[in-house]
Nanobody
Framework: QVQLVESGGGLVQAGGSLRLSCAAS????????MGWYRQAPGKQRELVAT???????NYVDSVKGRFTISRDNTKNTVDLQMNSLKPEDTAVYYC??????????WGQGTQVTVSS
């Protein structure tokens, strides 16, 4: 089994920053893509950012220039640094891990609330 545990969520005012962290354990495999999804009430779940085991990153347009995803392959962790937060960023954020041919996994989620 694969387990993903997120931390770092909370309540911040618009313009503030948060750093989300995720620790992975279990049958992870060395080649994988880790990332963050988010889902706001009444909205579709969207992929926010991903980072491959080789360090290649991708971001949804709405967070480019504000969020930074990074990973530590030795510790099997992935972080999401979120700056210049906006109320529209309010959502439950889920850490994810995908292994090609085997499927994907998600954590329990952590709440991020940005007040205006």
């Amino acid at each position: 089994q694969v387990q993903l545990v997120e931390s770092g969520g909370g309540l911040v005012q618009a313009g503030g920053s948060l750093r989300l962290s995720c620790a992975a354990s279990g049958n992870i495999f060395s080649f994988n893509v880790m990332g963050w999804y988010r889902q706001a009430p009444g909205k579709q779940r969207e992929l926010v950012a991903t980072v491959s085991s080789g360090g290649r990153t991708n971001y949804v347009d709405s967070v480019k220039g504000r969020f930074t995803i990074s990973r530590d392959n030795t510790k099997n962790t992935v972080d999401l640094q979120m700056n210049s937060l906006k109320p529209e960023d309010t959502a439950v954020y889920y850490c994810s891990l995908h292994v090609s041919g085997l499927g994907g996994y998600w954590g329990q989620g952590t709440q991020v609330t940005v007040s205006s």
